[in-house]
């Protein structure tokens, strides 16, 4: 089966650095995606990634580990606007179908 | 560059009728995607559209179809609604030639089935 777990909520101070887990098993892996979702929004695309290791941008870092299942999204210099839901996604086969967790709710706090 | 525009974006049905759902993909886009999000959840991947033809799909009982047209618009019709069908519908386009292009979402259908 497919499975890809990350914690359902978490909650940081504006100005702080948060790290959001993903673990996944799936039948195949072809990459690893991070969306955004503010509330009745549609899920905007944050980082890609298919090799070990780390990958910047900007504020937002996304490290994965493909022996480990294992992957996560860190967030620096938290602002309020970054309160949403944060959604892992692998893509297990050789098209481009994602598999999501439930996503993250996180919340920021001043 | 036109993004992945989804209408309507609420729809209110009953249980047992019909319902279609319409997507514009990203300009250049060839590729659309359809996925069903419940409240709460992640999205669930329902199928894909290649060049007018579906290309994957995952797991929905065939009351779910679609289509996908010249311009690579694309429909999602449901036959026979239930109330477990009530989420919201995304749409997604990728970028055709980049193997594991991003998806690029609309801002979706909120479906309600009462």
């Known amino acids: 089966g497919q499975n890809i777990d990350q914690p359902t909520e978490m909650t940081a101070t504006e100005g702080a650095i948060v790290q959001i887990n993903c673990t996944y098993q799936?039948?195949?892996?072809?990459?690893l995606f991070w969306y955004q979702q503010h509330a009745g929004e549609a899920p905007t695309f944050l980082s890609y990634?298919?090799?070990?290791g780390l990958e910047e941008k900007g504020r937002f870092s996304s490290f994965l580990s493909r022996s480990k299942g294992y992957s996560y999204l860190l967030l620096k210099e938290l602002q309020m606007k970054d309160s949403a839901s944060y959604l892992c996604a692998v893509i297990p086969g050789g098209y481009n179908k994602l598999i999501f967790g439930a996503g993250t709710r996180l919340a920021v706090h001043p | 560059e036109t993004g992945v525009t989804q209408s309507p974006t609420h729809l209110i049905k009953t249980r047992g009728q019909q319902v279609t759902l319409r997507c514009s993909s990203q300009s250049g886009h060839n590729t659309v995607s359809w996925y069903q999000q419940a409240l709460g959840q992640g999205p669930q991947f329902i199928f894909q559209y290649y060049r007018e033809e579906e290309n994957g799909r995952g797991n929905f009982p065939p009351r779910f179809s679609g289509l996908q047209f010249p311009n690579y618009s694309s429909e999602l019709n449901v036959n026979a609604l239930e109330l477990d069908d009530s989420a919201l519908y995304l749409c997604?386009?990728?970028?055709?030639?980049?193997?594991?292009?991003?998806?690029?979402f609309g801002n979706g259908t909120r479906l309600t089935v009462t």
């Open positions: 990634n298919v090799l070990d």
């Open positions: 799936t039948s195949g892996f072809n990459g």
């Open positions: 997604a386009s990728s970028h055709p030639g980049q193997r594991n292009s991003p998806l690029h």
